[in-house]
Structures are given as structure tokens and as C-alpha cells.
């Protein structure tokens, strides 16, 4: 039983368009995160949200918008995609929101933008 | 920013050789991980140290925070090809929330 899933784990598209990625998590937690890995496997926080509400936004551009249904789900809308915004994406989750805790993360989302 | 370094970036041994490897910052820490991922895989964690001069052991590998909560070093006694993978060191940031990961090391372990 798959703790933290994301689909798709492939997305590839064109300059433009607007995708968004899923993100679920069944271990309930309260902590969950998007997380961008680049070409050279540096990862990177993007946003971070505790009981479905946000609480880091680092400076990522107005494009990109997470959106939390409930704290089991963390989902990353992107709009108007460019080039640069080819990464992997990592969904993670964790008990709390001490920096201590066991992160659980996702099997990423490889986005290519074309 | 606490910026993490981790050296080597990349390592090529052969199975049954020794490593280390370094995670390196001039912020101090109250907590560090490290992470092993795989390709095509998430990280996943491998152990948490939260005690300055504080030593893990999981199987052959051994963590040791540094006494000044500052640094951290990985070893691997007799690697195996099953370690191959990326290590990545993390630490707590500012405000406490979230991580910053090093860049990793990139490691291949040849039978």
C-alpha cells in the first residue's frame, strides 16, 4: 500500500499550457510538501503545508499554486509552463512540522516542457 | 540560506572498499538527516542525528554529527553494489519547517 503517490509520473507538454500533479498521502499526516529537483538532483523546498494550510512559500513565480482539499491531498497546479520549469517533482509528507521528522516522499513527477 | 555542501559529488569504488562522505556548513544545525534515493525513486530517509558528537549506526553504515552541530559524516565499511545511489545530507532551516538538502553525492558501487 503505497504511502505518499503522485500522478502522473510522467507529464510531458508544451510551453503554455497548464498542467497540474497530484499529490495523496494515506499515512495521515499533517505536513505536506512539494519539493523540485533539477537537472543536477538538487532539491529544492518549494511550499510546505500543515493542516491544509500554507506555511512556507519560498520564491517560487505566482504560476505555480498548490491547492490542499483536505490534509491527506496536496495538490501543484502550473499554469502558462516554460522551459525552465522541466524538473522532477517530489510530494512529501510528514507527522509534524518539526524539521526532525521523517519526510516521506513520493515517486516524483518528471515534467518536460517542450 | 544555511547552505549544506556534501563532498565528494561523485564516487566510483569497487564492492568491499571503505567511503566516506561529508556534509559540510557554517550554520549550526539542531537536527541533520540523511537521505538515500534511488533512480526514478523519492529519498528515503536513513537516519536522523540531533546530538552534537552523536554516532549511528545502521548495519555498515555510520553517521557522526559533529560536536558544533555544524557537519556530518557518512561511512560505509565494505560497500556493496545495493549502495549505489544518492546521498543526500538535510538540515532543519530557519524558521524550522521544511528542509534544505545538500546536492548530494552520487555514489556507484562496482562488483
Known amino acids: 500500500d503505497t504511502a505518499v503517490s503522485q500522478t502522473p509520473k510522467y507529464l510531458v507538454t508544451q510551453m503554455g499550457n497548464d498542467k497540474s500533479i497530484k499529490c495523496e498521502q494515506n499515512?495521515?499526516?499533517?505536513?505536506m510538501y512539494w519539493y523540485k529537483q533539477d537537472s543536477k538532483k538538487f532539491l529544492k523546498i518549494m511550499f510546505s503545508?500543515?493542516?491544509?494550510?500554507?506555511?512556507i512559500n519560498e520564491t517560487v513565480p505566482n504560476r505555480f499554486s498548490p491547492k490542499s482539499p483536505d490534509k491527506a491531498h496536496l495538490n501543484l497546479h502550473i499554469n502558462s509552463l516554460e522551459l525552465g520549469d522541466s524538473a522532477v517533482y517530489f510530494c512529501a509528507s510528514s507527522q509534524s512540522t518539526w524539521s526532525g521528522s521523517e519526510q516521506y516522499f513520493g515517486p516524483g513527477t518528471r515534467l518536460t516542457v517542450t | 540560506t544555511q547552505l549544506l555542501e556534501q563532498s565528494p559529488q561523485f564516487l566510483s569504488i569497487q564492492e568491499g572498499e571503505n567511503l566516506t562522505v561529508y556534509c559540510n556548513s557554517s550554520?549550526?544545525?539542531?537536527?541533520l538527516q540523511w537521505y538515500r534515493q534511488e533512480p526514478g525513486e523519492g529519498p528515503v530517509l536513513l537516519v536522523t542525528?540531533?546530538?552534537?558528537?552523536e554516532v549511528k549506526k545502521l548495519k555498515r553504515l555510520t553517521f557522526q554529527f559533529g560536536d558544533a552541530r555544524k557537519d556530518s559524516s557518512l561511512h560505509i565499511t565494505a560497500a556493496q553494489p545495493g549502495d549505489t545511489g544518492l546521498y543526500l545530507c538535510?538540515?532543519?532551516?530557519?524558521?524550522?519547517?521544511?528542509?534544505?538538502f545538500g546536492k548530494g553525492t552520487s555514489l556507484l558501487v562496482t562488483p
Open positions: 550554520s549550526v544545525f539542531s537536527s
Open positions: 499515512l495521515g499526516h499533517d505536513t
Open positions: 542525528v540531533v546530538t552534537g558528537g
Open positions: 503545508y500543515n493542516n491544509k494550510e500554507l506555511i
Open positions: 538535510a538540515g532543519d532551516r530557519d524558521s524550522g519547517y521544511a528542509l534544505n
